[in-house]
C-alpha cells in the first residue's frame, strides 16, 4: 500500500471480525468533523428552511407525549436521527456508528479472527452470503454462496445491515449461533446453529491438470497475496506451460493493491485495471498496470468465477476479460464494488460512507451488476452430488482445444 494509506476490500468474513474484503476499499484516515462549522457541512437555507423545523417539532412532541418520557437520553435521540440520516441516502454501507458500534468495527478492521467465517453482503435488499471461508464452521456447515439469511438467532434479517448482521453473528470461539438460511436453489428454509471458531483465511493453492495446464486458485486478496501469487507465477513459468487456470470462485475480495499488482503481471504499463469512480465528486482515479507484463501472445488463460466471486475478484477478473488476456467460466459474479470512507465524527462516534464506484476498463459498474462469463457453467445439485465439478472441467476441456 502507498503512503500508508489503509485501503481495504471488506471481508466482512461475516461473522468475525475479518473485515478485510468485500468493498474492495475503506478509506480510514485521520477524518474527524467534531469541531467542523456547520455551515462548512449544510447549505444554512436548509438549516434554518421550516421543513428541518419539523425535525425539533416532532422531538418536542415526542418528548411531551411518549408515554415513558425518560425513554432514551438526548445522544441516544442524537444517534438514533444521524442513523436515520445515514439510511435516507438509500445504501446499505453508508451507515453511522455509536460508540460501542464504532469500537467494534475498529477492533474487525485491527483483525480479530474469531466467528463463524462467511463473508456477507447485501443484494436487492436482501441479506445473504457471498462466500464461506474454506475449511471454516460456516463451510463445514454446508453454508452456500447465494443462501439468503433470513434470521440470525430471533433476530428478523427484514431491512438489517451487513454490520448490524456481522454484530449478532460474531461471538468468542466455541460459542453458538443459530441462523435461518434460505438456500440457493431450495425450496425451503435451513435452521442452523453453528459453533464459532478462530477463522484462518487461506490464500492460495496450486495445482496441474492433464495437457499442460497450471492452475492457481485463490482465495482471497489479503497483504501477502501478490507475494504468494508471484511465487505461483514463477512455478508456472517454471512448468514449461503455456495454459493457465486462475481460478477465483468463492473469493470475497481483499485488498485492491493486491488485485492491482497481480493483474499488473498481465498487462503493459499504462492499461487500465480499474477506475475509481466518485460520482461527479471528484476526478475519476484509474489504476493503470505497474507493466510487469511477462506474458507474451502464447498465454492461453481461462478464470473460474462464480456468484461468491466477489470485489477485488472481480476487479481483476473484468480487468484481464476486457483486455483481452483471458476468458471466464462459470456463472454470473456477485456484483460489489464499492469504496466506504470511515470519518470519526466524535473520539467514539464514526460515519461509515459510500464514495465512490468500481468500473472495469470498458466503464461496468461492478456495483451495480456483476460480471457475465463467456461461457455459461452452473454446478448443479448431480454434480455436487457426484463431487463433478463441471466448471472447472470445462476450463481443462477449452484450453486442451487450443493449440
Not at 475503506?26 to 419539523?54: C, E, P, T
Not at 498496470?289 to 507474451?296: Q, R, T
Request: hydrophobic fraction near 40%.
Amino acid at each position: 500500500m502507498q503512503n500508508g494509506d489503509k485501503k481495504l476490500t471488506y471481508i466482512l468474513v461475516g461473522i468475525p471480525a475479518i473485515i478485510l474484503a468485500l468493498f474492495v476499499g475503506i478509506y480510514i484516515g485521520g477524518h474527524n468533523a467534531a469541531n467542523v462549522n456547520r455551515s462548512d457541512l449544510v447549505d444554512q437555507s436548509v438549516v434554518s428552511s421550516d421543513k428541518f423545523q419539523i425535525f425539533w417539532k416532532a422531538w418536542q412532541i415526542l418528548d411531551n407525549k411518549f408515554v415513558t418520557a425518560a425513554s432514551s437520553t438526548v445522544d441516544e435521540k442524537i444517534y438514533g436521527a444521524i442513523q436515520g440520516l445515514a439510511s435516507s441516502y438509500g445504501d446499505p454501507y453508508t451507515v453511522f456508528f455509536p460508540p460501542e458500534e464504532s469500537k467494534a468495527f475498529q477492533e474487525d478492521i485491527s483483525g480479530n479472527f474469531q466467528g463463524v467465517g462467511m463473508e456477507i453482503g447485501i443484494k436487492d435488499k436482501q441479506l445473504q452470503v457471498v462466500a464461506p471461508i474454506k475449511g471454516s464452521p460456516a463451510d463445514r456447515a454446508g453454508v452456500k454462496s447465494g443462501d439468503l439469511i433470513l434470521k440470525i438467532d430471533d433476530k428478523a434479517t427484514n431491512d438489517m445491515s451487513v454490520d448490524a448482521a456481522v454484530k449478532l453473528i460474531r461471538g468468542p470461539k466455541d460459542s453458538q449461533v443459530k441462523i435461518t438460511f434460505f438456500p440457493v436453489g431450495g425450496t425451503k428454509t435451513v435452521v442452523k446453529t453453528i459453533t464459532r471458531d478462530i477463522i484462518n483465511i487461506p490464500t492460495l493453492d496450486t495445482d496441474t491438470k492433464p495437457g499442460g495446464i497450471f492452475v492457481i486458485k485463490l482465495y482471497s486478496f489479503t497483504a501477502d497475496s501478490p507475494d504468494l501469487f508471484r511465487n505461483a507465477l514463477r512455478a508456472f513459468v517454471a512448468s514449461g506451460d503455456h495454459k493457465l487456470i486462475l481460478d477465483l470462485r468463492g473469493n470475497p475480495g481483499g485488498y485492491l493493491d493486491a488485485a492491482w499488482d497481480m493483474a499488473s503481471w498481465f498487462l503493459p504499463a499504462g492499461k487500465a485495471v480499474v477506475t475509481e469512480d466518485f460520482g461527479g465528486n471528484n476526478a475519476p482515479k484509474v489504476y493503470a498496470s505497474k507493466g510487469y507484463n511477462i506474458f507474451n501472445n502464447n498465454l492461453q488463460m481461462m478464470i473460474l468465477v462464480d456468484n461468491g466471486s466477489a470485489s477485488a475478484a472481480e476487479i481483476l477478473a473484468g480487468a484481464l476479460k476486457e483486455n483481452g488476456v483471458a476468458k471466464l467460466v462459470g456463472v454470473k459474479t456477485f456484483g460489489k464494488g464499492s469504496v466506504q470512507e470511515l470519518v470519526s465524527l466524535t473520539s467514539d462516534t464514526s460515519l461509515k460512507i459510500t464514495i465512490a464506484r468500481w468500473l472495469t476498463p470498458s466503464g461496468h459498474n461492478l456495483s451495480h451488476d456483476g460480471l457475465d462469463p463467456d461461457y455459461n457453467v452452473e454446478i448443479t445439485d448431480k454434480d455436487v452430488a457426484a463431487k463433478n465439478d463441471s466448471q472447472m472441467k470445462k476450463a481443462v476441456e477449452l484450453l486442451q482445444g487450443m493449440p
